[in-house]
């Protein structure tokens, strides 16, 4: 087969991402799958964003990347998580329908002329003098090119698990790829296991939907910035909960489950665990919510979010049975657990290629992480960093995205699967979903990721930006009879002194619609441009004080360490020195958040390098 720029092997949301990035870069791509028809397939919930993930995939979205978009052509209904709290934390989750989202993946994929599909098992990565150089197949064909992309999920070494059976596997259907993870051992990968797992699906027609408690939908909710074109029709998800009875059935099976018999070696997702583990780690609990999700409009099967479970069939139609609203349900596919190997990041440099073989580069679950949204986001990163043959990296004052990869290089997984949390970003004040095309487009532009209409409608919103909130700046009330009458009208206090319409944009209540009920010059902005006047003039002060510190932790990340340096220094412990030693951090920031390096190390260091000859 000719020759690409680079080889993807693997089709799902970090192989993706990475194809597609690369692609708009100019690159030739081949993607490498085992199945045509699995390209971009849910393995999971059919659901996209959640709690620092959407913020994720808005950010994905800013620098050009699918995710958003698939989501937006797929949704069935849509949700605000964490209004009652501050913007810093509030995020938002579709859930999708799983066929329409793979096809608008798949679609994405086989229409752009410099990506080539090709379905087949990789069985090596080919090497030229060290360096990856492109990748061999089971039928012995050869696929060159000067880069590869490994984003191979749970495939790799993958067994399935349910009760006492066990079979190879990278999800229910699809076969592992044992022979790569032999070779990749052999070129000298730290290999671990890890596992996740999946719910029992249920018939959508033996529910009692009157039973169950509906969610709220966000009719015109959607994650791109460029809108979507049409909107599907939507279907309501519900919820339901566990109780003692079904708790017990856990208790009376755990002698059958693999994740407590010693069948599965590999640690699970701590904040996404089974039912068993929540059973045992929780014992106090008498009820756990669940979530009776839709998985699409013209499929009967439902996602039971919440008992992800590997007990055998029978533990599991007990389980499902002793649920309010779900005691006649039929189980249209059983939960299982998936136990792969996955790849030590931190001998990943921050492009997310390989230190020790040139070339490779490595994104999504392979490196120890969960959900499509984590893994899409290393996809874009490992895509970019292939085609430009250099680092692509943000900042951690910059993108949720920049604080995951960091924390995956700098930091690893720490023996459980990686999961993006909001507590995760010191600056996350700055890094909300709303405001990540102002963060990001103009990186993506630059560097040839944005299309041109992308662009214009972000130059549109900064121009409508930038005049609204000169507006409200120079937009004065008097305290007079008739703007009294106003404020009582919205039930906030009059002004005594004469108040531009910034200064009264930082009391709680008033919004922009409420200023148009105050200032009858109030000029028309688009609701997304205006949620960004209100919020820069409203939390104006407390941004001011983010950029500063964010400041800080960009001089931080800018603040190399030789190469050299020896790090057996008057006022760092043994201990922290071999941490560092070990570790070999390119930045100040870098040692900063290594675990066990303490602040006064990093002071000592800060010193030692202002004494260094040339230092500024």
Known sequence: MAGFDIVVVGAGHA?????????????????????????????????????????????????????ARAADASTIQFRRLNTRRGLAVQASRAQVDVDRYPAAVRAAL????????VEGEVTAIRLDGGRAAGVRLADGSEIPGRAVVLTTGTFLGGVLH????????????????????????????????LKTGTTPRLDAATIRWDRLEPQEDVPGGHFSFTPPARRLPRRRCYLAATN?????????????????TGAITGRGPRYCPSIEDKVVRFADRERHHLFVE??????????????????????QEDMVHSIAGLEEAR??????????????????????????????????????TSGYEEAAAQGLVAGVSAALGEPFVLGREEAYIGVLVDDLVTRGVGGE???????????????REDNADRRLMPRARALGLLGDAAWARFQDKLAAIEAGEAWARGARLLPDAETTARFEALGSAPPRRPLTAAELLRRPEIDWAALGALFPDRPDLDPEAAEQVVTDLKYEGYL?????????????????????????????????????????????????????????????????????????
Request: proline share 8%; hydrophobic share 40%.
């Open 15 to 67: 192989g993706a991402e990475a194809a597609l990035a690369a692609a708009r870069l100019g690159r030739r791509v081949a993607v490498v799958t085992l199945r045509l028809a699995h390209v971009g397939r849910l393995s999971c919930n059919p659901a996209v964003g959640g709690l620092a993930k959407g913020q994720l995939v808005r950010e994905i979205d800013a620098l050009g990347g699918l995710i």
């Open 110 to 117: 086989a229409g752009d002329p410099r990506i080539t599909l």
């Open 162 to 193: 349910r009760g006492e059976r066990r079979t190879p596997g990278g999800r229910l259907g699809d076969p592992p790829a044992g022979r790569l993870s032999a070779q990749l051992r052999a070129l000298g990968l730290r290999l671990a296991r």
């Open 244 to 260: 003692p009875r079904t708790h017990d059935l856990v208790r009376g099976a755990l002698h059958r489950s693999p994740l407590h």
């Open 294 to 315: 839709p998985e699409g409009l013209d499929t009967p099967r439902v996602y039971l979010n919440g008992l992800s479970t590997s007990l055998p069939e029978p533990v």
């Open 331 to 368: 189980i249209l596919q059983y939960g299982y657990a998936v136990e792969y190997d996955m790849a030590d990041p931190r001998d990943l440099d921050r492009g997310l290629q390989h230190r020790g073989v040139p070339g490779l580069y490595l994104a999504g679950q392979v490196n120890g």
């Open 417 to 431: 699967p990686y999961r993006m949390f909001s507590s995760r970003a010191e600056h996350r004040l700055l890094l």
């Open 544 to 616: 001011a004080r983010e950029r500063a510190r964010a400041e800080h932790t960009r001089r931080m990340a800018a603040t190399r360490l030789p190469p050299d340096l020896d790090f057996r220094l008057p006022g760092i412990s043994h201990e922290v020195a071999e941490r560092l030693a070990a570790a070999r951090p390119a930045t100040l920031g870098e040692a900063a958040r290594l675990p066990g390096v303490t602040p006064a190390a990093i002071d000592v260091l800060a010193l030692v390098l202002a004494r260094r000859p040339g230092a500024a």
